[in-house]
C-alpha cells in the first residue's frame, strides 16, 4: 500500500527509535502537530525490532518492517527493501532499531524543511518540519540519559524534552506517545508490550507523557527488595487506612491477620497496585504504603 496521501494525511513530527540491551528493550517515541501520532508513527515487537515511520507515513513500513526484522534482516537492509518499491519514496521517513540493536534511517528527500535523522549506537534521531537542531539535541540528550538511572521509556521521553525545548516541530505541539516492549514485558507477563502510553491532543503533550511515564512506573514498575517493609511493622497503620475506607471492620489491633490480608489484598486491587503486592508473603512495597498514605491518610 504506497498509496499517495493527502496534505490533510501527513504526519510530520519528530521521533526517536531505540533499543537497551541491558533489558532487551527496543522501544519510539513520538511528539507532533498531528492528532494521535503515536497511533501512526510507533511500532514494536520483543526480538524484532521498533520502527517510526512518518511524513507521509506509510504504515506499512512497520509491519513489514518487524517482519523483516524478526526474521533476522538488518536494520539497513529493512529499510532499503521497505522504500525500494515505493513510489513516494521520496516523501517518506523511517527510522528502525533492528534486534541486535543495529539502527538505521531513511529520509527521502522531498520530505518537508527542516528534515534530517541522526543515527547512532542503538537509536536514531528523525524528524521534518522542525526548526533546525531538534534532532541534534534529542541525540545527545539520549545518550546522556542511558548513561545514567532510569530506563528506556524514562530516556526516550527525555530526548522528546530536549527535542522540544530546541525547537521541535514548528507548527507547534498536540500529540506525544512513547511505546516500550521486551519478551513478556506487558501486563501479566501475557504479551511484550511492556509500556505503551499517549497524549493524543493536549497543548503540552510531552510534560503529560512524562506524568503518564510516572504513573506507570507506579503501577507496574519493578519492585525493589530493598523497598520492602514488614507487614507487621505498619499492620496497625493499614488496619486504621483501611477502616477509613471501609475494607476493614475489624479491632485496630496491629495484628496482620487473614482478615487483615483478605482486606488489604481488596484495596490494593482496587487502586491497581496488583503488579507491585500480589496479596502474598510477609512484606509489602514501600511505594504502596506511600500511595495509600498519601490517598486515605
Not at 222 to 237: F, K, M, S, Y
Not at 239 to 250: A, E, R
Request: glycine residues 12%; hydrophobic residues 40%.
Amino acid at each position: 500500500m504506497n498509496k499517495f496521501l493527502s496534505p490533510d494525511k501527513l504526519v510530520n513530527t519528530f521521533s526517536i527509535v531505540a533499543y537497551d540491551p541491558h533489558k532487551q528493550e527496543w522501544g519510539v517515541a513520538v511528539q507532533s502537530k498531528f492528532l494521535a501520532a503515536a497511533a501512526v508513527v510507533s511500532w514494536a515487537q520483543a526480538n524484532a525490532g521498533a520502527v517510526a515511520t512518518q511524513s507521509y507515513a506509510n504504515v506499512t513500513y512497520g509491519s513489514r518492517g518487524l517482519a523483516l526484522m524478526g526474521g533476522g534482516t538488518s536494520a539497513e537492509e529493512t529499510i532499503k527493501r521497505l522504500i525500494e518499491n515505493d513510489e513516494q519514496q521520496d516523501l517518506r521517513q523511517v527510522g528502525v532499531v533492528d534486534r541486535e540493536g543495529k539502527a538505521a534511517a531513511f529520509t527521502g528527500n522531498k520530505c518537508q524543511a527542516w528534515a534530517g535523522h541522526i543515527v547512532r549506537d542503538g537509536f536514531t534521531c528523525q524528524g521534518n518540519i522542525l526548526l533546525p537542531g531538534t534532532i541534534e539535541a534529542m541525540a545527545v540528550k539520549f545518550d546522556e540519559a542511558r548513561q545514567g538511572q532510569g530506563e528506556l521509556a524514562d530516556w526516550l521521553v527525555l530526548a522528546l524534552e530536549a527535542g522540544q525545548e530546541a525547537g521541535g516541530d514548528k507548527r507547534g505541539r498536540q500529540a506525544a506517545g512513547v511505546l516500550v516492549v521486551r519478551d513478556k514485558g506487558g501486563y501479566g507477563g501475557d504479551n511484550d508490550r511492556y509500556l505503551d502510553l499517549r497524549v493524543d491532543d493536549h497543548p503540552y503533550p510531552i510534560l503529560k507523557l512524562q506524568q503518564l511515564v510516572e504513573n506507570h512506573h507506579l503501577y507496574f514498575g519493578e519492585v525493589d527488595p530493598g523497598g520492602l517493609i514488614p507487614l507487621v511493622d505498619v499492620a496497625q497503620e493499614l488496619q486504621g487506612i483501611m477502616n477509613k475506607t471501609g475494607h476493614y471492620q475489624g479491632e485496630v489491633s496491629g495484628s496482620f491477620d487473614e482478615g487483615t490480608r483478605a482486606a488489604l489484598r481488596n484495596l490494593v486491587g482496587e487502586e491497581n497496585l496488583e503488579e507491585r503486592w500480589n496479596g502474598e508473603g510477609k512484606m509489602i512495597d514501600n511505594k504502596v504504603m506511600e500511595y495509600l498514605r498519601d490517598k486515605f491518610s
